[in-house]
Protein backbone atom coordinates (compact mmCIF):
# COMPACT_ATOMS: atom_id res chain seq x y z
CA UNK A 1 0.00 0.00 0.00
CA UNK A 2 2.65 2.30 0.96
CA UNK A 3 4.90 4.11 -2.17
CA UNK A 4 6.58 6.94 -0.91
CA UNK A 5 6.12 10.17 0.80
CA UNK A 6 7.00 14.28 -0.11
CA UNK A 7 7.18 16.44 2.48
CA UNK A 8 7.62 20.50 1.21
CA UNK A 9 10.88 22.67 1.60
CA UNK A 10 11.55 26.38 1.04
CA UNK A 11 15.72 25.56 1.02
CA UNK A 12 16.62 22.57 -0.48
CA UNK A 13 20.75 22.62 -0.07
CA UNK A 14 19.60 23.18 3.82
CA UNK A 15 16.97 20.94 3.76
CA UNK A 16 19.81 18.18 2.15
CA UNK A 17 21.98 19.09 4.70
CA UNK A 18 19.26 18.00 7.57
CA UNK A 19 17.85 15.17 5.84
CA UNK A 20 21.40 13.35 4.62
CA UNK A 21 22.25 13.54 8.72
CA UNK A 22 19.21 12.85 10.19
CA UNK A 23 18.84 9.43 7.58
CA UNK A 24 22.50 8.19 7.97
CA UNK A 25 21.72 6.41 11.08
CA UNK A 26 18.42 4.79 9.40
CA UNK A 27 20.92 3.77 6.55
CA UNK A 28 18.96 5.60 3.68
CA UNK A 29 20.71 7.16 1.18
CA UNK A 30 19.90 9.85 -1.45
CA UNK A 31 18.86 8.32 -5.00
CA UNK A 32 17.92 11.71 -6.70
CA UNK A 33 18.41 15.45 -6.66
CA UNK A 34 17.67 18.13 -8.61
CA UNK A 35 16.49 21.80 -8.44
CA UNK A 36 13.14 20.79 -6.88
CA UNK A 37 13.22 17.46 -5.48
CA UNK A 38 15.67 15.44 -3.42
CA UNK A 39 15.12 11.67 -2.85
CA UNK A 40 16.14 8.80 -0.54
CA UNK A 41 15.98 5.25 -0.27
CA UNK A 42 16.88 1.74 1.53
CA UNK A 43 19.68 0.08 0.04
CA UNK A 44 17.91 -1.51 -3.45
CA UNK A 45 15.13 0.18 -3.19
CA UNK A 46 13.21 2.60 -5.11
CA UNK A 47 13.28 6.24 -3.72
CA UNK A 48 10.69 6.74 -0.74
CA UNK A 49 10.97 10.07 1.00
CA UNK A 50 11.17 12.74 -1.45
CA UNK A 51 11.54 16.64 -0.28
CA UNK A 52 10.79 19.42 -2.29
CA UNK A 53 9.59 22.60 -3.72
CA UNK A 54 6.04 22.78 -3.94
CA UNK A 55 4.54 22.16 -7.35
CA UNK A 56 1.87 25.55 -6.63
CA UNK A 57 5.08 27.87 -6.38
CA UNK A 58 3.89 29.14 -2.63
CA UNK A 59 6.10 28.40 0.59
CA UNK A 60 6.12 24.94 1.90
CA UNK A 61 4.44 25.03 5.21
CA UNK A 62 3.46 21.70 7.43
CA UNK A 63 -0.20 20.19 8.28
CA UNK A 64 -1.70 20.39 11.37
CA UNK A 65 -1.81 17.03 12.69
CA UNK A 66 0.29 15.57 10.11
CA UNK A 67 3.24 13.40 10.79
CA UNK A 68 5.57 10.86 9.12
CA UNK A 69 6.98 8.07 10.66
CA UNK A 70 10.02 6.05 9.90
CA UNK A 71 11.34 2.53 10.59
CA UNK A 72 14.39 2.43 12.75
CA UNK A 73 16.20 -1.03 12.81
CA UNK A 74 17.10 -0.61 16.79
CA UNK A 75 16.35 2.02 19.43
CA UNK A 76 19.97 3.02 18.82
CA UNK A 77 19.33 4.37 15.32
CA UNK A 78 16.35 6.27 17.15
CA UNK A 79 18.32 8.02 19.20
CA UNK A 80 20.90 9.04 16.71
CA UNK A 81 18.25 10.10 14.04
CA UNK A 82 16.87 12.41 17.06
CA UNK A 83 19.98 13.76 17.87
CA UNK A 84 21.18 14.38 14.17
CA UNK A 85 17.80 16.09 14.16
CA UNK A 86 18.54 18.59 16.71
CA UNK A 87 22.34 19.01 15.96
CA UNK A 88 21.20 20.18 11.85
CA UNK A 89 18.51 22.75 13.69
CA UNK A 90 15.75 20.79 14.45
CA UNK A 91 13.26 20.81 16.80
CA UNK A 92 12.28 18.64 19.78
CA UNK A 93 8.74 17.05 19.74
CA UNK A 94 9.48 13.94 22.05
CA UNK A 95 12.64 12.63 23.37
CA UNK A 96 13.44 9.13 22.66
CA UNK A 97 12.21 6.53 24.30
CA UNK A 98 9.23 3.90 25.22
CA UNK A 99 5.70 4.79 25.12
CA UNK A 100 3.77 1.40 25.87
CA UNK A 101 0.86 2.94 25.40
CA UNK A 102 1.04 2.32 21.70
CA UNK A 103 2.60 -1.41 22.87
CA UNK A 104 5.46 -2.45 24.97
CA UNK A 105 7.74 -2.56 22.21
CA UNK A 106 7.56 0.74 20.99
CA UNK A 107 10.19 3.14 21.18
CA UNK A 108 10.27 6.30 19.10
CA UNK A 109 11.19 9.83 18.66
CA UNK A 110 9.49 13.10 17.53
CA UNK A 111 10.75 16.29 15.83
CA UNK A 112 9.89 18.85 13.39
CA UNK A 113 12.63 19.61 10.60
CA UNK A 114 13.93 22.79 9.10
CA UNK A 115 10.29 23.71 7.30
CA UNK A 116 8.12 22.49 10.50
CA UNK A 117 7.63 18.97 8.90
CA UNK A 118 7.08 16.71 12.15
CA UNK A 119 8.98 13.22 11.63
CA UNK A 120 8.30 10.01 13.95
CA UNK A 121 11.22 7.60 14.27
CA UNK A 122 10.20 4.41 15.87
CA UNK A 123 11.68 1.10 16.52
CA UNK A 124 8.94 -1.80 17.37
CA UNK A 125 11.31 -4.46 18.59
CA UNK A 126 12.59 -4.89 21.91
CA UNK A 127 16.04 -3.99 23.23
Not at 24 to 40: K, N, Q, R
Not at 44 to 54: A, D, N, T
Not at 98 to 103: A, T, V
Amino acid sequence: MYSHTTVGANDLARARAFYEAVFAPLGLEMVYSDDTYLAWAGPGRPPQFFVGKPFNGERSSPGNGFMIALLAPRRSAVDACHAAALEQGGTDEGRPGLRPHYHKDYYGAYFRDLDGNKICVVCHQPE
